[in-house]
């Protein structure tokens, strides 16, 4: 009982790390707020900022890595016989559901995306490296190379769908997200299918 609570606690200290800092950030700006203000804000000590997220670029990124370690674990788990573009949806859908994009830190976090476009510059990169990782998987679908045509063009597709959808997750968009990028994965010809 007593690790729970522990665990509950460093998760409420971890919100109110990050809630402060998007705060901050779209506030102030990425560049001109420090670790200190972050801290006092989150009524927490500096170190224990640090302890939680290293930089202020991790404090900035974090939701983009819990994001593509989610992602990668959906793909690399997938079962077997199901494809990348199908464990994905799948993925998705689970993943809306429970990062709905409509709680606060989500919208403090949009504010700093607006106001840091360095920040959503960055968001966009680290998501297209973990598409390029489902580009490797469906390359190896249709037995093609990596960095062929056909996989990087779904992967950016994917990315550019992923991202709009994330910024406005809703039922509505995923079905168009998906019917989007399965209606161009089927117009493929058949060779080039992944």
Do not use: C
């Not at 404090?59 to 997938?78: G, K, N, W, Y």
């Not at 709680?103 to 949009?110: A, H, K, Q, T």
């Not at 209606?183 to 010809?189: E, H, T, V």
């Amino acid at each position: 009982m007593a690790e729970g609570a522990r665990e509950r606690g460093k998760a409420r200290r971890r919100e109110a790390i990050l809630r402060a800092a998007y705060g901050l950030f779209a506030e102030r700006g990425f560049d001109t707020t420090t670790i200190a203000e972050i801290a006092d804000r989150a009524e927490v000590s500096p170190r224990t900022v640090t302890l939680y997220f290293p930089t202020k670029l991790d404090l900035a990124t974090s939701h983009l890595s819990e994001f593509t370690e989610r992602l990668s674990r959906a793909l690399e788990s997938r079962a077997p016989g199901v494809t990348a573009f199908r464990a994905l949806e799948d993925w998705l859908r689970e993943d809306l559901a429970v990062h709905d994009g409509t709680g606060e830190l989500d919208e403090l976090r949009e504010r700093m995306l607006d106001r840091n476009p360095q920040l959503r510059a960055l968001a966009g990169s680290g998501l297209a490296e973990a598409i390029q990782q489902g580009a490797r998987i469906f390359a190896a679908e249709r037995g093609s190379a990596p960095d062929a045509f056909v996989p990087r063009m779904v992967a950016a597709a994917t990315a550019a769908a992923l991202g709009e959808l994330y910024a406005r997750p809703t039922e509505a968009n995923l079905a168009a997200a998906t019917a989007f990028l399965f209606g161009g994965i089927s117009a493929l010809p058949a060779d080039d299918r992944p």
